[in-house]
């Protein structure tokens, strides 16, 4: 049975940091593409970032130079580093495992197996 779980969410004032972890088990974490989506009120779920296993990744611009992904095969753990963070990064950030993560263009919902509950992150103004 697969499991993904996410943690580090929270609230934070804009300027801030928060990392984010998701720990994937019962899959064979180092063949998996690992992603970050998000959601915010009202808006539909986007890939922000992605990472192949391989190292390659992907940033959407809204996100690129701020955040940054990175993962831990042996751990079978997927981060994202968020810092100098703005009131429109406030969303449920999901992480996902699946099979596509290009390095020029958004990973796609329709690519990814597995989700998390999701971590809430809230930044303030």
């Known amino acids: 049975q697969v499991q993904v779980v996410e943690s580090g969410g929270g609230v934070v004032q804009a300027g801030g940091s928060l990392r984010l972890s998701c720990t994937a088990s019962?899959?064979?974490?180092?063949?998996?593409?690992m992603g970050w989506f998000r959601q915010a009120p009202g808006k539909e779920r986007e890939g922000i970032s992605c990472?192949?296993?391989?190292?390659?990744?992907y940033y959407r611009d809204s996100v690129k130079g701020r955040f940054t992904i990175s993962r831990d095969n042996a751990k079978n753990t997927l981060y994202l580093q968020m810092s100098s963070l703005k009131p429109e990064d406030t969303a449920m950030y999901y992480c996902?495992?699946?099979?596509?993560?290009?390095?020029?263009?958004?990973?796609?919902?329709?690519?990814?197996?597995?989700w998390g509950q999701g971590t809430q992150v809230t930044v303030s103004s």
């Open positions: 996902a495992a699946g099979r596509l993560c290009e390095t020029n263009w958004a990973p796609e919902l329709r690519y990814y197996n597995y």
């Open positions: 019962g899959l064979a974490f180092d063949a998996y593409a």
């Open positions: 990472m192949r296993s391989s190292g390659k990744t």
